[in-house]
């Protein structure tokens, strides 16, 4: 069983940034891909990003590519979205989730989610 808890959502303001933080149970994240989801209300959960377990491939969704970072500390168990550039549409509960080593695009293929961390763009 893995186990993740996100943290570092908040109020910012438009072209500010944050840092989210994904934290893994001890001696999984190797085996993991692990994604950034989000969700703003009425609308669809939307991947945003995901780094794999094993080559450290990672991948943007085209709405945060060149403003979003995905990082992984395996030493700490750890996953970061390091998010600059913000703009109001961003605003979203983002959720990370895993899955075993390998990304997939469609949130139905990961089976491990956290509870969900508020971020919200707004002056």
């Known amino acids: 069983q893995v186990q993740l808890v996100e943290s570092g959502g908040g109020l910012v303001q438009p072209g500010g940034s944050l840092r989210l933080s994904c934290a893994v149970s001890?001696?999984?994240?190797?085996?993991?891909?692990i994604a950034w989801f989000r969700q703003a209300p009425g609308k669809e959960r939307e991947r945003v990003s995901c780094?794999?377990?094993?080559?450290?491939?990672?991948f943007y969704g085209d709405s945060v590519k060149d403003r979003f970072t995905i990082t992984r500390d395996n030493a700490t168990n750890t996953v970061y979205l390091q998010m600059n550039s913000l703009k109001p549409e961003d605003t979203a509960v983002y959720y990370c989730?895993?899955?075993?080593?390998?990304?997939?695009?469609?949130?139905?293929?990961?089976?491990?989610w956290g509870q969900g961390t508020q971020v919200t763009v707004s002056s």
């Open positions: 989730a895993a899955v075993l080593h390998v990304c997939y695009d469609q949130a139905e293929y990961f089976d491990s």
């Open positions: 001890e001696f999984t994240l190797i085996y993991y891909a």
């Open positions: 780094i794999g377990s094993s080559d450290g491939s990672t």
